[in-house]
């Protein structure tokens, strides 16, 4: 997710849970290829399972970006056929790109020609007016008869114009029985199911039918949630970990970072929704962006936080 799931996000989520697969925010093939592909491709070893999301619709391109990106060591590639933007749009890749199956397919070939990591492909239920089944089984049938063997779908259409980014999250109905209509019609494949789920009992519900669910905002704004799913969706017994123990686990990494000259603020924005609907909740919110951002900023503002939460948390309880 552009400007979420960042290296430090990821490094964050990654200690709530040992299972899930993380997915980068998208990066541009180009800017891979003719950019500092460092700077973007950059992970911490910890990250893994990863995957790396490609926005990119030039066969040739994708190729020489996915060629760079399995040196980095991603354990997959997944190209961006959902994202609706109007940017994304004048490149010609994004959601836009259901309307080209081919195109895809020859990305997707093109990216397995190079690398021995799987090829993935994230898209919606279909765009604008194509409203029927049709489509999107066309598009799987085709994209999958190239190599992707699994298809993560946001389940509802984007817009391609008149809706926001934002809009294109909300305004379409979500369609599930599409999605496991999908998976009943090609068995072979990996069918993932993203858009709209909150909770992990909603996840386990889906996985009776589909091979996997994304979690997109929820983990993101709820992450406490995420040190659930080992336990619940992957059978792993390890006990679940306390809010303050996990924001301990990390200081190693904060340190570290900080000491590499990243500012504090650009990992702790990632856990301001830590102590979501909990006692001291704000405060923690509060003293994180109050305090992150100050020059010099380091772990004794986490402490910080920590300390207000625990005081609303005892008056609470008083
Ligand atoms: C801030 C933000 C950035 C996003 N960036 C991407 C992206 O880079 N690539 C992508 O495939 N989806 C992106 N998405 C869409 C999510 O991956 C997901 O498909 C969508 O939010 C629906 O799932 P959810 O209801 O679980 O959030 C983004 C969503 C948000 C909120």
Redesign the pocket.
Known sequence: ?????TSACRVFHRRASRHARL?T??INAGAIVHGDAERHLRFEPCEHPLAL?L?GSEPQLLAQAAAISAGFGYDEI?L?C??PSDRVQEGRFGACLMLEPQRVADGVQAMREVCTIPVTV?CRIGVDDSEDYAFLQRFVGIVSAAGAKTFIV?ARKAWLSGLS??QN?EVPPLSYPTVARLKQDFPQLNIVL????ATLDACEAQLQQLDGV???????EDPYLLTAVDAQLFGDSTPRLSRAEWLHRLRPYIERELAAGTPLARITRHMLGLYRGEAGGRAFRRVLSEQAPRAGAGWPVIEAALAATQSHQRAAAA
């Open positions: 997710m552009m400007d979420w799931t997915y925010e998208m999301q926005g997944n961006n959902g994202c994230k946001h980014p934002k999250r993203n858009g709209g789920l994304m979690l997109g905002r929820a983990a993101y």
